[in-house]
């Protein structure tokens, strides 16, 4: 099995590619599609670097894995897709984020909640193959209720529900986000045999420390900062609504939440046939809107 990872610095994403040397299957993880939010500009530059890298490999693609509805980054899976074929695939807990994420951005009856914008959907203990290895899906909920962990023979892939010994654990306080069911999931991780390979979906290199994006479960289990040693339950919850109280949103939540609920697909144009993406106001906080003027409605004819 050969693992190659393509990171993207403006986000400090991971995506990887899977490739199955034995038959030239290959999965991709969490894939990035650039987005300028200043001027609302989209690019596949990040994208088309996965894309070549596949073509001069001669590998065929057959699954593009999200691991969750990511706040932080773009999905460029329906892009890759279109070019090199292959399934979109995420838990079946998506419907609960998409029914959650349809409420706060207003979305009308046409934005289906039942997951169909996926090809794909695993279940906790689904197994899969790529080539000739096995893997499994796991489902890995705290970060986000949707959130899968893919083990591909003796990798593992984690999503954002564990980052670099030094870094720690996912944030929680997302709609649904929970650090109890966080903790539980981290220890069913942590139980897999100890020289598991980790990989993590980003790493914001704590420390200006270099780059790093592979650790195993043993390495987790002693160094965590949030989990290691012998971290209780309610030190942990403790702890992490404490710091995810004082965290700011990701910079590019609101466009990430609108296209990736719906498995990357730009939302239908308007009748101008321009395509918008939605501000809700104070949604994530933020004064009460009734302190603040605002403009009256037009007169009705």
């Known amino acids: ?9 403006e986000s400090s994403t991971l995506s990887y590619v899977v490739a199955c040397q034995e038959t030239g299957s290959c999965i991709i993880i969490d894939p990035v599609l650039d987005f ?3 001027s609302g500009t989209i690019h596949t530059q990040t994208a088309d670097h996965l894309i070549a890298f596949i073509k001069e490999s001669n590998f065929s693609l057959e699954l593009i894995l999200e691991t969750h509805v990511h706040a932080d980054h773009l999905t460029s899976a329906p892009y890759i897709r279109e070019c090199l074929g292959g399934k979109i695939a995420i838990g079946k807990m998506i419907t609960q984020v998409q029914t959650t994420f349809a409420e706060v951005f207003d979305e009308d009856s046409e934005f289906a909640r039942d997951g169909s914008q996926f090809d794909q959907i695993f279940a906790d203990g689904d197994s899969f193959q790529m080539g000739s290895i096995v893997c ?3 489902h890995v909920p705290g970060h986000t209720p949707a959130c899968m962990a893919y083990l591909l023979d003796d990798a593992l892939f984690v999503g954002d529900t564990l980052f670099m ?8 306080d997302f709609p649904g986000g929970d650090a109890h069911a966080l903790f539980q999931s981290i220890q069913r991780l942590l139980a897999l045999p100890e020289d598991t390979r980790i990989f993590v979906c980003h790493d914001y290199q704590p420390n200006d420390r270099k780059l790093a994006y592979e650790t195993t479960v043993g390495e987790q289990r002693a160094l965590n900062i949030h989990i290691g040693g012998d971290t209780q339950e309610s030190d942990f919850v403790r702890m992490r609504e404490t710091r995810d109280a004082e965290l700011g949103m990701p910079a590019l939540i609101l466009p990430s939440l609108q296209l990736n609920m719906r498995a990357g697909l730009i939302p239908a144009a308007e009748e101008t046939d321009r395509i918008f993406l ?6 994530f906080g933020g004064i009460s809107l009734n302190k603040l003027p605002k ?4 007169a009705q004819s």
């Open 165 to 172: 010994p030094d870094a720690g654990t996912a944030r929680c």
């Open 136 to 138: 499994t899906a796991m």
């Open 1 to 9: 099995m050969l693992i190659t990872h393509f990171y993207d610095p």
């Open 36 to 38: 300028d939010y200043a």
């Open 278 to 283: 939605k501000v809700p106001i104070n949604r």
């Open 295 to 298: 403009e009256k409605p037009s």
